[in-house]
């Protein structure tokens, strides 16, 4: 094993992500991953009184580290050091592996503990529907509408549950499977492959945009390897436009109003999760389909859907009568019987059922 102290640690990030291109993650999360190691070893350098490129492996101590990640975490968001936590973890654990480094020293620098992220469905309970409705039709505003490629993109979201990273990697030979057994084949998060079932419904939507791109393109854009999505000129779709295909179909439907902050096309994708579960899935089901790493991830779309069915419970005519006669809504009742409060009584009655402590005899 060469001697640590000999070891630059600006050519071991440029081994490591070379490593990492193999298992072929997306560009954006490639330049995430440079990005956070390089900003970490800046300000590791700067603790040091060197420049970066004079940074060895032997001066990554735990001190060190803890002082570098210290830096970085002022003024950022608990995610934004999470990820850069993970990808000074992942680094070590490629150096371990690979013999350079002898152990990984990022155990003994704290992580910020990250709270499961409420989902954000669309809002309102025909959205989904009146958003595929007003986009299946040609747009005349448009100088070239493109409706089964807009109805395909919702689709893929609204059905499938892809994110948009997902979306893009599609290849033209992504769905597969005779008749009835269809799915699709998605290469998720972190590289990891899952099967989505694909109903018949969506199977047509696939079939009537690939069947589109075939006549303004040719046939030479639909082979197997293709890929699936791509803009007016012929040329595969990015982030961007993607991202504004979107918000485009949010504008045409005239739902802006109802898509969460900030959520743009993940909304759609929390949207399926959502329906999964009020329609029964479990939070095994949920994982799979969604291609979550953690179980506790896709548990949050039962409690969502548990704190829907409160709400409704709580909109309820009969418990607002209830509320009332308790003295716990808009009106109050308090006749007194032989100096003992009926409505006070009633309060505490409404406060049991309101704790869950009303156990239905029989």
């Not at 910020?112 to 989902?119: D, I």
């Not at 395909?152 to 994110?163: D, E, F, I, P, T």
Request: with cysteine; proline share 6%; net charge positive.
């Amino acid at each position: 094993m060469q001697d640590e102290g000999d070891i630059l640690v600006h050519g071991l990030i440029d081994e490591f992500l070379a490593a990492r291109a193999t298992s072929k993650p997306s560009a954006h999360t490639l330049a995430a991953y440079r990005r956070d190691l390089e900003a970490v070893l800046a300000l590791i350098a700067g603790h040091l009184a060197v420049t970066a490129d004079r940074v060895v492996l032997a001066d990554l101590s735990p001190r060190v580290l803890r002082a570098g990640f210290a830096a970085f975490a002022a003024g950022r968001a608990p995610a934004s050091v999470y990820r850069g936590w993970s990808a000074w973890n992942s680094f070590f654990r490629f150096l371990v592996a690979d013999g350079i480094a002898v152990g990984n020293p990022m155990p003994a620098v704290d992580k910020p503990r990250l709270a499961t992220p409420s989902p954000k469905p669309l809002r309102g309970e025909d959205t989904p529907e009146r958003l595929l409705d007003a986009v299946r039709r040609p747009d005349t505003r448009q100088r070239d509408p493109w409706p089964e490629r807009d109805v395909a993109v919702l689709g893929l979201a609204l059905c499938a549950g892809l994110r948009l990273s997902e979306l893009l990697a599609l290849r033209v030979g992504a769905l597969v499977g005779r008749a009835g057994e269809r799915r699709l084949e998605v290469l998720g998060k972190g590289g990891r492959p899952r099967a989505v079932p694909v109903e018949p419904a969506l199977d047509a939507v696939w079939g009537w945009y690939v069947d589109s791109v075939r006549v303004r393109f040719g046939r030479q854009w639909v082979v197997p390897a293709a890929p699936l999505l791509v803009d007016r000129r012929g040329v595969p779709l990015r982030r961007g436009g993607l991202q504004y295909l979107v918000e485009s179909c949010f504008r045409r439907a005239g739902v802006t109003d109802r898509v969460p902050r900030g959520a743009r096309l993940h909304a759609l994708r929390h949207t399926f999760a959502t329906r999964l579960a009020e329609d029964g899935a479990n939070a095994s089901e949920i994982m799979r389909l969604l291609g979550h790493a953690s179980l506790a991830t896709s548990q949050a779309y039962i409690e969502v859907t548990a704190a829907q069915q409160r709400a409704a419970v709580r909109a309820n005519r009969t418990n607002r009568a209830l509320g009332r006669v308790s003295g716990e809504g808009d009106g109050d009742l308090d006749v007194a019987a032989g100096g003992v409060g009926v409505g006070a009584d009633l309060v505490g009655f409404g406060e049991q059922v309101g704790g869950g402590g009303f156990v239905e005899a029989g």
